[in-house]
């Protein structure tokens, strides 16, 4: 079954810590996987994509890694502030031989406290 | 830039009732999709538009229906509303629908809140 799951589930950061999400995907064939930063009662925003090709992606404070071997991917997020509460989503596109479908994780939901 | 822009932000039904959610985009984007957020789930595709004139079904199309009206605007409609819809639901659009291989990029609305009571 196509899949993608992450971890943890919630966390909870002084501002100024680091910190790391996990997400693991079973989606088949893969291509590219994705990470969105959802806030509270807005839509998801993209903060990168990382094709089979690519380990390692920056966007500003966030670092994308990406396993395609072991289908783990990581987001790590340097100097949290404020800002960064919001929930992160995996997503993986599955593709269907004409129809499309994104794989979506249930996301973590990140608080970021003074 | 508006993006993908949804209408209304928020809407309480009752069982029974119907209502169209309105989505358009002004990216010129070919491709547009409703998904529906729950708690402790994630996005789940209801329908989808692969380009203007053709719709096609997603995860969970039961209790629904689309109209891609024109290549900007996207409706999602509930003609008879059970409590089981009252979710979170997502407009979004991509230049192509997402395909092994591409990078197509999904923007989305800023959703609609609806409750069926």
Redesign the interface.
């Known amino acids: 079954k196509n899949q993608v799951e992450q971890s943890p589930q919630s966390l909870i950061i002084l501002e100024g810590k680091n910190c790391t999400l996990q997400c693991n995907y079973t989606v088949s064939p893969f291509s590219n996987l994705r990470w969105y930063k959802q806030d509270t009662g807005r839509g998801p925003v993209s903060l990168t994509i990382m094709t089979f090709s690519e380990n390692t992606k920056s966007n500003g404070r966030y670092t994308a890694t990406l396993d395609a071997d072991t289908k783990q991917s990581s987001l790590h997020i340097t100097a949290s502030q404020l800002s960064d509460s919001a929930s992160y989503i995996c997503v993986v596109p599955l593709d269907t031989g004409g129809g499309n479908k994104l794989t979506f994780g249930t996301g973590t939901q990140l608080k970021v406290e003074l | 830039n508006a993006g993908?822009t949804q209408t209304p932000k928020f809407q309480v039904l009752k069982t029974g009732q119907s209502m169209t959610l309105q989505c358009a985009q002004d990216m010129n984007h070919n491709?547009m999709y409703w998904y529906r957020q729950d708690p402790?789930?994630?996005?789940?595709?209801i329908y989808?538009s692969?380009s203007e004139g053709t719709t096609?079904k997603?995860?969970v199309p039961n209790g629904y229906n689309v109209s891609r009206l024109n290549k900007r605007e996207f409706s999602l409609r509930l003609e008879s509303a059970a409590p089981s819809q009252t979710s979170v639901y997502?407009c979004?659009s991509s230049e192509w629908?997402?395909?092994?291989?591409?990078?197509t990029?999904?923007?989305?609305?800023?959703?609609t809140r609806l409750t069926v009571v």
């Open positions: 993908v491709s402790g789930m994630g996005l789940r595709l989808y692969a096609d997603g995860e997502f979004a629908v997402f395909a092994s291989g591409g990078n990029e999904a923007f989305f609305g800023q959703g």
